[in-house]
């Protein structure tokens, strides 16, 4: 306490002579102020703690935020290419042709017919 005292004291004088117009006297009034916050610990450095969701701990791996960004954005896109391909494509009309043999058809085989369209049985254009 007895050093607040005389910081109290020295900050009346100090003061005083500012309000004066002594300005060369600013220097030292923040000076005594710099002594007093380190004298009651004004200073001192903080702790912060933040919570994530819930009160759950706060994740801060750059890797994990990217990676539920982005599952959140291929929730709103809905599947990707790779998830359609699951399932063969319908194919369109194919004139009472079996569809096995129009895949055959472009896929290669013998050309036994001479149609160009080996192994299907199809005709050519």
């Known amino acids: ?32 102020l710099k002594r007093r916050a ?19 701990a706060l994740r801060t791996d750059v890797g994990d935020l990217l990676m539920s960004r982005l599952e959140e954005l291929r929730e709103r896109q809905g599947p990707l290419a ?15 042709i079996d569809p096995e043999t129009v895949i055959e058809a472009f896929l290669g085989g013998d050309d036994a017919d001479g149609d160009g369209y080996a192994g299907s049985g199809l005709d050519g254009p």
């Not at 306490?1 to 004066?20: G, K, P």
């Not at 380190?38 to 759950?56: K, N, T, V």
Request: aromatic share 4%.
């Open 38 to 56: 380190d004298l009651w610990g004004m200073d001192a450095p903080r702790q912060h703690e933040i919570a994530g969701p819930g009160g759950s």
């Open 82 to 96: 790779e998830d359609l391909d699951v399932e063969p494509l319908m194919l369109a009309d194919t004139n009472g």
């Open 1 to 32: 306490m007895v050093q607040n005292e005389q910081l109290d004291d020295l900050w009346r004088r100090v003061f005083a002579a500012i309000a004066q117009g002594d300005l060369t006297q600013i220097d030292r009034a923040l000076k005594i």
